[in-house]
């Protein structure tokens, strides 16, 4: 199994900034991609950024150049740096992890989930 521990998050005004940090940790897997979804009230949950283990890195479009998502390979990590919040950007935030372990002799990939963090950005 793998575990993913968030931290950060909070309540911040509007065109403040917030650091989110998510760190895995269990026996034997390998990190193929992680990431940070969020879900505001009464919407799905949906993808705020990805970033590989080799570094690339992907963004929804309305957090484009606001936020930025790194990874620590070495100490299984990921951040994302959300800079001028808007109050539409108030949802639970969730780390998400897809990693490779060997089960019974084979590999395969699983997915994980943080517990989620409440992120509120007042006007």
């Known amino acids: 199994q793998v575990q993913l521990v968030e931290s950060g998050g909070g309540l911040v005004q509007a065109g403040g900034s917030l650091r989110r940090s998510c760190a895995a940790s269990?026996?034997?897997?390998?990190?193929?991609?992680m990431g940070w979804y969020r879900q505001a009230p009464g919407k799905a949950r949906a993808l705020v950024a990805g970033?590989?283990?080799?570094?690339?890195?992907n963004y929804a479009d309305s957090v484009e150049g606001r936020f930025t998502i790194s990874m620590d390979n070495a100490k299984n990590t990921v951040y994302l740096e959300m800079n001028e919040l808007k109050p539409e950007d108030t949802a639970v935030y969730y780390c998400?992890?897809?990693?490779?372990?060997?089960?019974?002799?084979?590999?395969?990939?699983?997915?994980?989930w943080g517990q989620g963090t409440q992120v509120t950005v007042s006007s």
């Open positions: 998400n992890a897809n990693v490779r372990r060997r089960v019974a002799g084979l590999y395969a990939n699983f997915q994980y």
């Open positions: 269990g026996s034997s897997f390998s990190i193929n991609t």
């Open positions: 970033v590989t283990s080799g570094g690339s890195t």
